[in-house]
């Protein structure tokens, strides 16, 4: 995997979309469509990525997949 991976959810409480990144904590956005949160959470991952950089912060490999493209052993 070379990039991280998003979800993206309709959220009736905020009456627009969630966009997601679940390996990077707290790295979220709103937009009032799916293709406004995910260009939205692509700006929040580069600020995130940005800061833990600069913070000297580790930066987490792109690890989480959705159960559907889980192997199961």
Partial sequence: MTDYHINI????????????????????????????????????KAAWLAAAKDAGKPIPPPRYRPVIYQVSE
């Fill in 9 to 44: 959810f309709f959220s009736d409480e905020d009456g627009g979309y969630i966009a997601d990144i679940p390996d990077l904590q707290a790295c979220s956005a709103f937009g009032d469509t799916p293709e406004q949160a995910l260009s939205e959470v692509e700006r929040a």
